[in-house]
């Protein structure tokens, strides 16, 4: 398990609180003309905020109630009847929000193990995928996954047999052991001299080609939006078979 440092909640929270001191600060020196845009930045981070903290959280507290009257007041010209707002934004509405949300997280064991721990990622899917993960940018950052693998397989493939493969065909020619090879395949994932050994081979080139052909091809070629957790499961996968990649190649 991470620490708490590390989890994307507690992370977004405290750029939230960030562009809100940089939001009262404008107020404070009735900088007017520059509040809109600061607003914006600030209600942006906020944004990015709900999609990932529970809403049952973020409603305990008076945080979007504030915000949104800042919104409204911001957009009907008239930023000086909100000060009360920011200030309760930046002293006490996001320090609550992180309080019940902590209170959340040691409430269920469910909710508690739902950190997002890097350190058993393997490294290269880690490098490729993490800043895109903790910038919120979810489907791209599953993307890369498998879009990596796909790359790291291909190079060798053409290194190997002198040809250009891609995707589900690439995993298909790269891993299949039948008798048609003498169950020799191009690149191993298992012992291949046993039936066990053989049926494991034939398993993951399987999940490889179905994991390039479901999660890649989908994520490169339609603007699919994902969740957080659901995201995290798909790296997970990734890690697991760029592991199984290095160990027999």
Known sequence: MTTLVNNPVIKQLRILFGSA???????????????????????????KLSKICPSDVISKSNLLRHSGWMQKRVNEGNPNYCYGDIQDVCQTDIFAVEEFYLQYLTSTKEAADKFYDWQNIHPVIQQISRSRFETFHFADAVEACFKEINDIIKKQYHKIVGKEEDGDSLMRKSFT?????????????ADNAT???????QGYMDIFAGSIKGI???????????DPDESWEMIVLASHLMRMWEKFN
């Not at 052991?177 to 994932?189: A, V, W």
């Not at 039936?195 to 081979?201: A, D, V, Y």
């Not at 091809?217 to 994902?226: E, R």
């Open 21 to 47: 001191i940089n939001l009262k600060m404008l107020f404070d020196i009735k900088d007017y003309d520059s509040i809109p845009e600061g607003l914006e930045a600030y209600l942006n981070e906020l944004d």
């Open 216 to 226: 890649r091809n989908p994520k490169t070629h339609a603007n699919l939006n994902i």
């Open 177 to 189: 052991s039948t008798t048609n090879n003498n169950f020799n395949p191009i690149f191993k994932l």
């Open 195 to 201: 039936e066990s050994g053989r049926n494991i081979q």
